[in-house]
Nanobody, 123 residues
Framework: QVQLVESGGGSMQAGGSLRLSCAAS????????MAWFRQVAGKEREAVAT???????YYADSVKGRFTISQDNAKNTLYLQMNSLKPEDTAMYFC?????????????????WGQGTQVTVSS
């Protein structure tokens, strides 16, 4: 049973930084795609960044140059370093995973989800 547990959310002023963590357990596949999504109430969940076990990464245009996705294999933990935060980054952030390559940014393509962690950025 794959479990994903996020942490690191909180409140920050614009221009600040936060690092989200996603501790993964129960994953046995060698090839996998992990991702960070975010969702604002009343809007669709959107992909922020993805990380493929083979090394490739994807970033949404809105976060390119500001956010960095990375993984510590020894700790089975996925990170999202968020710098130069903006009020429009305010959302619930979710960690997600699927077996195989990162072929989609559609939330429906991901099988496993964490419970989410709230990020609030004030101006």
């Amino acid at each position: 049973q794959v479990q994903l547990v996020e942490s690191g959310g909180g409140s920050m002023q614009a221009g600040g930084s936060l690092r989200l963590s996603c501790a993964a357990s129960g994953y046995t596949d060698r090839r996998y795609c992990m991702a960070w999504f975010r969702q604002v109430a009343g809007k669709e969940r959107e992909a922020v960044a993805t990380y493929y076990s083979g090394g490739s990464r994807y970033y949404a245009d809105s976060v390119k140059g500001r956010f960095t996705i990375s993984q510590d294999n020894a700790k089975n933990t996925l990170y999202l370093q968020m710098n130069s935060l903006k009020p429009e980054d305010t959302a619930m952030y979710f960690c997600a995973a699927r077996t195989g390559i990162c072929y989609t940014h559609d939330p429906a393509g991901f099988s496993y989800w964490g419970q989410g962690t709230q990020v609030t950025v004030s101006s």
